[in-house]
């Protein structure tokens, strides 16, 4: 088996794995009021439920960079399938509650293994631009896993189909990853003395690192903090919620298949500072705009979104190199935990500014207007952003990598 091949089997593994990710998010999603009615579930319960993807995720991801380099992706991606497997298998023959929130969490326990297995695996594989292109590549499966899920949630429901039958579709992905992986060989870490856990934290207490880690708090919830309201927000303004989602998360896909020369033309830096400027330039027209120029408001949005979270990882792979698979995870972690932790404030916000416009307003538009003074607050984080990445780019100006153009031979047998 040529190295090529093998190398083309395992990252379209990876992609099937995260589209298992992004079809957990979506489907899951779709099928929320039928859980409800099924289980005689109320909002809160609901709720807790959905917190149980979010809570598996960073723990596993970050518990799985720790052990990276002592396990291997192998049996990192082999409990993401059990994980899986076990999530699935128990919400489909869920008997309650307490079932559904325990599923739950094994999903997204396997939804974080498949993070810090495939992303230093991914690192491992391709250097340099060829680097950032394929873990834009890889990442551009959840935006674009979230869209065929939602669809495919849509056509199920309207056709009146069981949920049941919905969390089955989860498994044909899972499947094809685990067939995909079988058998293969998985790649040995291309810099020295990554493997080290104390050379990891060496390079995860520099100024650098903590600098981007920072960063990725504010990336993450600029991309879901927005993505997570903007749909009920909008839909007070005469938008269609499944249209926004769908612009957003189509182009976002799209830009990120794309990624690869446009990262290399502006380098890592350029890109985030220019994804924080549409950003910006995206939430704050949600803010102000109604009817079609919310379509308008999703095309800056999804362009300034696109790139933040592949390139983030593949800076710190790329730039902080020693900080090894433990780095990556740690980043990806902060962003998931960066979105969980700032939800409740944003629905904080609605509320406040519900309460103080209650008086002039009612109905749909205290609704819409609540929704958009939030909206505008939310622009705090990708300005930010703008002044950080602004730094960061003079910062760097003068330390561009040079890229390495040997090809890694793949070493390690999964038997």
Same mark, same amino acid.
């Given at each position: 088996?040529?190295?090529?091949?093998?190398?083309?089997?395992?990252?379209?593994?990876?992609?099937?794995?995260?589209? *298992?990710?992004?079809?957990?998010?979506?489907?899951? +999603?779709?099928?929320?009021?039928?859980?409800?009615?099924?289980?005689?579930?109320?909002?809160?319960?609901?709720?807790?439920?959905?917190? /149980?993807?979010?809570?598996?995720?960073?723990?596993?991801?970050?518990?799985?960079?720790?052990?990276?380099?002592?396990?291997?992706?192998? %049996?990192?991606? @082999?409990?993401?399938?059990?994980?899986?497997?076990?999530?699935?298998?128990? %919400?489909?023959?869920?008997?309650?509650?307490?079932?559904?929130?325990?599923?739950?969490?094994?999903?997204?326990?396997?939804?974080?293994?498949?993070?810090?297995?495939?992303?230093?695996?991914?690192?491992? /594989?391709?250097?340099?631009? @060829?680097?950032?292109?394929?873990?834009?590549?890889?990442?551009?499966?959840?935006?674009?896993?979230?869209?065929?899920?939602?669809?495919?949630?849509?056509?199920?429901?309207?056709?009146?189909?069981?949920?049941?039958?919905? =969390?089955?579709?989860?498994?044909?992905?899972?499947?094809?990853?685990?067939?995909?992986?079988?058998?293969? *060989?998985?790649? @040995?870490?291309?810099?020295?003395? $990554?493997?080290?856990?104390?050379?990891?934290?060496?390079?995860? $207490?520099?100024?650098?690192?903590?600098?981007?880690?920072?960063?990725?708090?504010?990336?993450?919830?600029?991309?879901?903090?927005?993505?997570?309201? $903007?749909?009920?927000?909008?839909?007070?303004?005469?938008?269609?919620?499944?249209?926004?989602?769908?612009?957003?998360?189509?182009?976002?896909?799209?830009?990120?298949?794309?990624?690869?020369?446009?990262?290399?033309?502006?380098?890592? *830096?350029?890109?985030?500072?220019?994804?924080?400027?549409?950003?910006?330039?995206?939430?704050?027209?949600?803010?102000?705009?109604?009817?079609?120029?919310?379509?308008? +408001?999703?095309?800056?949005?999804?362009?300034?979104?696109?790139?933040?979270?592949?390139?983030?990882?593949?800076?710190?792979?790329?730039?902080?190199?020693?900080?090894?698979?433990?780095?990556?995870?740690?980043?990806?972690?902060?962003?998931?935990?960066? *979105?969980?932790?700032?939800?409740?404030?944003?629905?904080?916000?609605?509320?406040?500014?519900?309460?103080?416009?209650?008086?002039?307003?009612?109905?749909?538009?205290?609704?819409?207007?609540?929704?958009?003074?939030?909206?505008?607050?939310?622009?705090?984080?990708?300005? =930010?952003?703008?002044?950080?990445?602004?730094?960061?780019?003079?910062?760097?100006?003068?330390?561009?990598?040079?890229? +390495?153009?040997?090809?890694?031979?793949?070493?390690?047998?999964?038997?």
């Amino acid at each position: 088996m040529t190295l090529d091949i093998n190398r083309t089997r395992l990252f379209n593994a990876s992609c099937f794995a995260l589209i *298992t990710t992004a079809f957990s998010f979506s489907i899951r +999603a779709g099928i929320l009021p039928q859980l409800g009615t099924s289980f005689n579930l109320t909002a809160e319960e609901l709720g807790f439920i959905n917190s /149980m993807w979010f809570i598996g995720f960073p723990i596993s991801m970050i518990i799985g960079g720790l052990v990276y380099h002592s396990v291997g992706p192998k %049996t990192i991606m @082999q409990i993401a399938f059990l994980c899986h497997t076990l999530g699935i298998l128990l %919400t489909i023959y869920a008997g309650g509650y307490s079932t559904l929130l325990i599923s739950t969490l094994f999903i997204g326990i396997g939804n974080g293994c498949t993070e810090a297995a495939c992303n230093p695996m991914i690192a491992d /594989m391709y250097t340099g631009a @060829q680097m950032n292109k394929m873990l834009n590549r890889f990442h551009m499966w959840f935006p674009g896993g979230i869209v065929i899920g939602s669809l495919v949630s849509k056509f199920m429901t309207d056709a009146g189909l069981p949920w049941q039958a919905q =969390i089955w579709v989860i498994m044909i992905p899972t499947v094809l990853y685990a067939f995909l992986y079988f058998g293969q *060989t998985f790649p @040995q870490p291309r810099v020295e003395g $990554v493997t080290s856990l104390a050379k990891n934290f060496q390079a995860m $207490v520099t100024p650098l690192f903590l600098f981007i880690l920072a960063c990725m708090a504010l990336t993450a919830i600029s991309e879901f903090g927005p993505q997570q309201w $903007v749909g009920l927000i909008m839909s007070k303004s005469g938008a269609s919620p499944m249209l926004i989602l769908a612009l957003v998360t189509g182009l976002m896909a799209v830009g990120r298949y794309f990624g690869g020369p446009i990262i290399h033309r502006l380098d890592q *830096t350029g890109v985030l500072l220019g994804g924080a400027i549409f950003a910006t330039i995206g939430i704050y027209l949600f803010s102000t705009q109604t009817g079609a120029m919310a379509y308008v +408001a999703a095309i800056f949005f999804a362009i300034g979104v696109c790139y933040f979270w592949p390139t983030m990882i593949g800076f710190v792979a790329e730039r902080i190199p020693l900080s090894g698979a433990l780095g990556m995870s740690i980043v990806g972690g902060m962003g998931m935990f960066s *979105t969980a932790i700032f939800q409740p404030i944003i629905g904080g916000w609605i509320d406040s500014a519900k309460t103080q416009l209650s008086g002039s307003l009612s109905g749909d538009e205290l609704e819409l207007a609540a929704g958009q003074a939030t909206l505008l607050r939310m622009t705090t984080f990708p300005i =930010i952003l703008v002044v950080a990445f602004t730094l960061l780019y003079i910062f760097m100006r003068n330390r561009r990598v040079t890229y +390495a153009t040997e090809e890694k031979v793949l070493q390690q047998p999964n038997l």
